[in-house]
């Protein structure tokens, strides 16, 4: 037998090592029902195939704005109705058949079609028609002018299918993007391999594994055990500090979409009273809520925009922690009957629930605290609007359009706020939604509709030789398309 040289044991040596550090292992909580974005509204859907096995005309980027995918370009009417997508040349489907403009007319219609069953069917609600002007032009017309349209289109549930493996795609997926389905164990396991053929940058993982980890304890363990690589959204955050003190692993803390707010019923006596509404906002420390609900993660806010949104403005100052100013404005509105505060499950809510009920207490705000399922409160506070003050996290992305609607549950009815948010629905120029975005948050934080606590933080472990996991979550993925390991 032949004796290998130094250099070449070397050699062999550093290719094993880095063949190695081309695959990796990610825990996830829940496992996904299914693995059609289309066809279901489970958030773990998208955690598992969103830019990495199945891609859109458009996509979220880790920031939040929108940017071009299956379609390089976008050219928009003058009056805002007519939406021409130019897509990218030599695009495959994982099954080799070419994706053309036929296979966005297919995907866009099936979603907007009666019988369909895509969770997000709002999304497409105002397309009139969708044409394929050549095989990589498509136009899409609408009923009226929408300057959100390339935003919808970035949605998990947007992306582009095809009509010959449609009818699979639930347990065998197959899209555009840079890793191609290879296998689900049910119960344990998804495991996503890089697709030879695509049509962009090619990643630099050859293996993605997401492996169901629910238990927070089990979760910790694997973490330690190097079971897993990374836990992207970590379920034991309680436990980050022993991380953060272990140099072989980073903790990532960045934002999701979650508004965590205390709503407040706005027609109901006494909370109809602006000044009762500020009373309460004022006499919260979100600070305290953070620090004794979520282990210290979260983002402090001061209206209904999450903090990396590009438009997003900080305006927790106009209802910064006052008891004094709160004491004044109780005793301006007089007596005040005790406030029914109806909690939800999630700890964020029954932990803050417990923070908030003594806060209030100090500046002369009684609170009777009643604990809630998901089911009743969907029934009772949401639904039936049978409240006074609740805690929830809005997860929905960019939804300050809800404070459009007189009859969501707070019933906040602003006439002004509403013509804010109709421009802003027919507006296409980039500048212009800013300053409406803006304009927005900066009303609803002036009428102190409800009192907003934190943005709900995505807390990550990773190993520490990993880079371009997602710091913050503009919507539920874990895309892969950067993530490397380092030296």
């Not at 959100?148 to 493996?165: H, L, Q, R, T």
């Amino acid at each position: 037998m032949k004796q290998l040289t130094l250099a070449a044991v070397l050699a062999l040596t550093a290719g094993i090592a880095h063949a190695q550090q081309d695959t990796i292992t990610l825990g996830m909580v829940l496992e996904p029902p299914n693995l059609d974005p289309t066809g279901g509204a489970a958030a773990a859907i998208d955690e598992v195939v969103y830019a990495n096995v199945f891609e859109g005309l458009t996509r979220f980027g880790p920031d939040g704005a929108v940017q071009p995918a299956l379609a390089h370009s976008w050219d928009v009417s003058e009056d805002g109705t007519v939406y021409t997508f130019n897509l990218n040349e030599g695009v495959t489907f994982h099954d080799g058949t070419a994706m053309e403009a036929d296979d966005v007319v297919f995907s866009l219609d099936r979603a907007r079609a009666e019988d369909s069953t895509n969770a997000q069917k709002a999304l497409f609600a105002g397309i009139e028609s969708v044409e394929a002007v050549d095989p990589l032009t498509v136009r899409v017309t609408l009923a009226e002018p929408n300057g959100n349209f390339p935003f919808n289109m970035a949605w998990g549930d947007a992306v582009i299918v095809a009509p010959e493996s449609i009818e699979t795609a639930a347990t065998e997926p197959v899209g555009t993007g840079p890793f191609s389905f290879s296998e689900w164990v049910q119960g344990d396991r998804v495991t996503l391999t890089r697709f030879p053929d695509y049509w962009g940058e090619a990643p630099a993982l050859a293996e993605a594994t997401f492996k169901f980890i629910s238990d927070p304890n089990a979760a910790f363990a694997a973490m330690m055990a190097g079971d897993v690589d990374a836990f992207p959204n970590f379920p034991a955050p309680e436990t980050l500090a022993q991380f953060q003190a272990d140099s072989r692993f980073k903790v990532i803390v960045g934002s999701t979409e979650g508004e965590t707010i205390l709503a407040m019923n706005n027609v109901e006596p006494p909370l109809d009273d602006i000044r009762l509404r500020k009373a309460i906002s004022h006499a919260i420390n979100r600070q305290d809520i953070i620090d004794g609900a979520m282990f210290g993660f979260g983002t402090p806010i001061g209206s209904h925009f999450a903090p990396h949104n590009p438009d997003y403005v900080d305006l927790t100052g106009l209802s910064g922690h006052d008891p004094e100013v709160a004491k004044a404005l109780v005793a301006e509105v007089g007596e005040v009957r005790p406030l029914r505060l109806m909690l939800p499950p999630p700890t964020y809510a029954r932990r803050g629930g417990e923070i908030i009920a003594a806060q209030l207490r100090e500046v002369g705000i009684e609170t009777e605290i009643t604990n809630l399922e998901w089911a009743q409160w969907l029934e009772q506070v949401f639904t039936g609007k049978d409240f006074d003050l609740t805690i929830v996290s809005h997860t929905e992305p960019a939804d300050i359009n809800i404070y459009a609607r007189p009859d969501y549950y707070f019933q906040y009815d602003n006439p002004e706020f509403q013509e804010v948010i109709a421009e802003l629905g027919v507006t296409a120029d980039p500048d212009r939604r800013s300053e409406l975005n803006k304009a927005a948050q900066k009303m609803i934080a002036e009428d102190y509709v409800n009192a907003y606590l934190f943005q709900l933080a995505k807390t990550g472990v990773a190993d520490a030789r990993i880079e371009g996991l997602w710091e913050n979550a503009p919507t539920q993925a874990n895309d892969l398309t950067a993530v490397r390991w380092t030296e």
